[in-house]
């Protein structure tokens, strides 16, 4: 049943680790660290996505700065207390990792599967340039009740055919995730630079609502 379910969200990363281990938290005496991995683009830019991993998959004491990786896993979701609200974190979880070597070539470098339901009615807009899109927000079963909340966002006729689901509809996406930073204002004389994090979706099914 376990296997069954984390067969509804599925992710692979391959990339540049940047930085070392930083402490998360801790469940039952296992540790959790973030660690953040370049992922490079079609387009040259590229994505920084932060990787959430076991102590008992890794030594956390051994640097992998610098290092070329490959990890399967899922992406998950998490709401931290701050400033009286909640803000919704992301994060890969980390099923399996791989340590590279320089000249490997990955498969699937930025490759996510979702399967979910619709939470909120999708926002459709135009960019001032006028390319279409829609935004969504997905949520993606886990087991134990638990569910994982993915922002995903939609380009062109996929925009056009989003903007349509009614929300408790149920669909299947592809495509990879993506790094983007926006300015927070937290009062009138200060502004924080912050990453959110998001599915840019390149495929997509509606399979109805349940």
Known sequence: ?????????????????????????????????????KVNRLSNSDDTIPLMISDRLVDVNESLDGKNIEITGQFRSYNRHE??????????????????????VSQKPNYIFLDGFICKHPIYRKTPLGREIADLLLAVNRPYGKSDYIPCICWGRNARYAEKFEVGGHIQIWGRI?????QKKINEEEVERRVAYEVSVSKLEYLGEE
Request: some cysteine; overall charge negative; aromatic content about 12%.
């Open 178 to 182: 993506q790094s983007r930073e926006y």
């Open 83 to 104: 400033e009286n609200r909640n803000r919704l974190m992301l994060s890969v979880f980390v099923r399996e990792i791989n340590i590279c070597d320089d000249d490997y």
């Open 1 to 37: 049943m376990t296997d069954k379910i984390f067969e509804n969200n599925q992710v692979t990363i391959a990339g540049k680790v940047v930085g070392d281990y930083k402490h998360s938290h801790d469940v039952f005496g296992e540790g959790f660290y973030i660690l953040n991995v």
